[in-house]
């Protein structure tokens, strides 16, 4: 198994990181813009931090459809707020949400160590930004689909073979591209160009991409597959994004994005001790 290096921490075999979600964005689909403020943003960060998580993820557009936000716009949204994050919080490990190699260049210089590609290198430039100063990436898989935008209809005829397969690609391009094949994590990109029924699949037959090697990031916190699997509305998602962190723990994946950050460190603790990896906190019953 790849050590995965981000920033001055290293993720070894039987790590699970948890990635807090803060977005500064007013529209979110999660919080409609409750971290959109700058100190509320920063309150965010601190309270992840002691609940257990080892990066926080910061994003200045909202991944669905919206009002349009400009390069510009998205830079004053983020780049000084990462250079906050960074000065308050030394080690915790920063990735910054973008699909813009703009965004993605300013809010390394400010601190950022992972470039977040949730739009499957859209603009290549995110790659070189990358390259050059030496941050993590995180390739990932939307089936073809321009930012901010919903798939109709996507047809696979093996969806997991077929995601899998790009993202070995994407991953071994990056390093041929000179980005360190330590900080390289894959995401199968849950919900992004697929059907629920696809995401699903994608969660069963998990252990097939993170078999490939490559360290996996799932993010899987309230996402629409969950609530239409338990026709659920956002605000009532957690106990299914739970269950499903908790297979994709088992079958390998190593970084979860996450919205609710003590409960995913705790199912992933729970996992991570019946896998053997992590001994019990307090083991004194019959003791």
């Given at each position: ?254 970084v979860f994005r996450a919205h609710d950050v003590a409960a995913t460190r705790e199912v992933l603790d729970m996992v991570a ?15």
């Amino acid at each position: 198994m790849r050590a995965l290096k981000l920033g001055r921490r290293t993720f070894g075999e039987g790590d699970y990181a948890v990635m807090a979600i803060v977005n500064r964005t007013p529209d979110s689909f999660y919080d409609s813009g409750a971290t959109f403020e700058f100190d509320a943003a920063l309150a965010a960060v601190a309270s992840a931090v002691a609940n257990g998580a080892d990066i926080v993820d910061i994003g200045g557009v909202k991944a669905g459809e919206g009002p349009e936000v400009s390069v510009a716009e998205e830079i004053e949204r983020v780049v000084p707020f990462v250079g906050a994050v960074h000065d308050a919080h030394p080690e915790l490990v920063i990735s910054i949400d973008t699909w813009r190699s703009e965004v993605a260049r300013e809010a390394v210089a400010a601190g950022a160590e992972l470039v977040n590609d949730t739009w499957a290198g859209w603009d290549p430039g995110v790659v070189k930004v990358a390259a050059d100063t030496g941050v993590g990436l995180v390739c990932s898989h939307t089936g073809g689909l321009e930012p901010r935008t919903v798939a109709s209809k996507p047809v696979y005829s093996d969806v997991v073979a077929e995601v899998r397969a790009e993202l070995i690609g994407r991953a071994e391009a990056a390093v041929e591209a000179g980005v360190r094949a330590d900080g390289v994590l894959i995401d199968p990109t849950h919900d992004f160009g697929k059907t629920t029924y696809h995401s699903l699949d994608l969660t069963h037959r998990l252990d097939e991409i993170t078999e490939t090697g490559w360290p996996v990031l799932v993010a899987l916190s309230r996402k629409d597959f969950v609530g239409e699997t338990l026709d659920l509305p956002v605000d009532r998602r957690l106990n299914g994004t739970l269950a499903a962190t908790a297979v994709s723990a088992w079958l390998g994946a190593r970084v979860f994005r996450a919205h609710d950050v003590a409960a995913t460190r705790e199912v992933l603790d729970m996992v991570a001790s019946i896998k053997g990896s992590r001994p019990p906190k307090n083991p004194h019953r019959s003791l």
